[in-house]
Antibody, heavy 123, light 111 residues
Framework: EVQLVESGGGLVKPGGSLRLSCAAS????????MNWVRQAPGKGLEWVSS????????YYADSLKGRFTVSRDNAKKSLYLQMNSLRAEDTAVYYC????????????????WGQGTLVTVSS | QSALTQPASVSGSPGQSITISCTGT?????????VSWYQQHTGKAPKVVIY???NRPSGVSNRFSGSKSGNTASLTISGLQAEDEADYYC???????????FGGGTKLTVL
């Protein structure tokens, strides 16, 4: 059974940093592009970042302006998102999602999602 | 990165059919068959119901179908059931810039 379990969310002050993790199980982690998608309270889904199976290609939403860094550890079957210079508008549930049939590391769709971890940026 | 355009809400009675549209550009929906649709019940993670414009994952009811014409993709749900009440999001690969883009979401109400 495919499982994606996010952790690392919490309350952080504006300008602070946070590192999210996603532990994967039930599939061959090294075969898939992995992704972060977020959802602000009461709002829609927003793609955040994708990383190809061997970390060769990484992509980010323009709105992040270099503040976030995605990485993965295939030996640990884990995905990470380092978030720096956090702003109130980064407050959201962050989902880890498995990508399918990636085109140069960008998935054509997401077939499994974790339950998400809530990040709240507030003073 | 502007989102794909979806209606904010649609509604229908049990047994009826509804269609949700998703309008993009020639850099995403119009030029690639990589449109997917996600169902999200309140407080839950999204679930893919259609991928590659018109393909249904295993386990998804055949009441769900997808299509595309030009820059607009559509999700049709036939034989509406109470359990279909949820938010629906379209998504597409985008080439300029290389990214994934979502629609703003459509709230489906089953009357």
């Amino acid at each position: 059974e495919v499982q994606l379990v996010e952790s690392g969310g919490g309350l952080v002050k504006p300008g602070g940093s946070l590192r999210l993790s996603c532990a994967a199980s039930g599939f061959t982690f090294t075969s898939f592009t992995m992704n972060w998608v977020r959802q602000a309270p009461g709002k829609g889904l927003e793609w955040v970042s994708s990383i190809s199976s061997a970390s060769t290609n990484t992509y980010y939403a323009d709105s992040l302006k270099g503040r976030f860094t995605v990485s993965r550890d295939n030996a640990k079957k884990s995905l990470y998102l380092q978030m720096n210079s956090l702003r109130a508008e980064d407050t959201a549930v962050y989902y880890c999602a498995r990508g399918i049939a990636a085109v140069a590391g960008i998935p054509r769709h997401f077939d499994y999602w974790g339950q998400g971890t809530l990040v709240t940026v507030s003073s | 990165q502007s989102a794909l355009t979806q209606p904010a809400s649609v509604s229908g009675s049990p047994g009826q059919s509804i269609t949700i549209s998703c309008t993009g550009t020639s850099s995403d929906v119009g030029d690639y068959n990589y449109v997917s649709w996600y169902q999200q019940h309140t407080g839950k993670a999204p679930k893919v119901v259609i991928y590659a414009v018109s393909n249904r994952p295993s386990g998804v009811s055949n009441r769900f179908s997808g299509s595309k014409s030009g820059n607009t993709a559509s999700l049709t749900i036939s034989g509406l059931q109470a359990e279909d009440e949820a938010d629906y999001y379209c998504s597409s690969y985008r080439s300029i810039p290389i990214s994934v883009v979502f629609g703003g979401g459509t709230k489906l109400t089953v009357l």
